[in-house]
């Protein structure tokens, strides 16, 4: 609650996190700070270095998503509450890198983004799914059956 009140100055998170990554000293320390503690009060965390090519659509604000540094989110995502999209740190592993996901893509409860995969535009990636494989453009990505669904089938 009190985080919320600090950022609120700054129109919204999303522009405080803009500051985390255009300053230092002093000041980048102050909008870090903030911008961690208001990650905190929502049980989520998402990386000032994340980057989105727009402010992505969290109908359930921030609410308990990971998304950590390096990863790259195109426009017009939507991003449901419990998602983790997450770098693989492992050097020795297959996955090592972060994920690439594109325009457009729709992502439920609960799924799970690992690694350096490539996720295509206009993807639906199911509830609780674990991706650690590319996804093509237009392609479903369902729970119940574990596969890739392309052209939404």
């Given amino acids: 609650m009190i985080a919320r009140i600090l950022v609120k100055p700054f129109g919204s998170v999303w522009n405080l996190k803009k500051l985390c990554m255009k300053k230092s000293g002093f000041f980048g320390s102050y909008f870090r700070f903030l911008y961690n503690w208001y990650q905190y009060e929502h049980g989520s965390a998402i990386s000032f270095d994340a980057k989105f090519a727009s402010v992505p659509i969290l109908p359930h604000g921030t609410k308990q998503i990971v998304i950590t540094s390096d990863v790259k989110i195109g426009k ?78």
């Avoid at 997450?86 to 609960?110: H, M, R, V, W």
């Fill in 76 to 153: 017009d995502c939507v991003i449901l509450q419990q998602v983790s999209i997450q770098a693989e740190t492992q050097e020795n592993s297959k996955l090592f890198g972060s994920p690439i996901i594109g325009d457009n893509c729709y992502i439920y409860p609960g799924a799970k983004i690992i690694g350096n995969i490539s996720i295509g535009n206009n993807v639906v990636i199911g509830a609780n799914v674990v991706v650690d494989v590319d996804v093509p453009d237009n392609s479903n990505f369902k729970c119940a059956q574990g596969t890739i669904v392309n052209n939404g089938n």
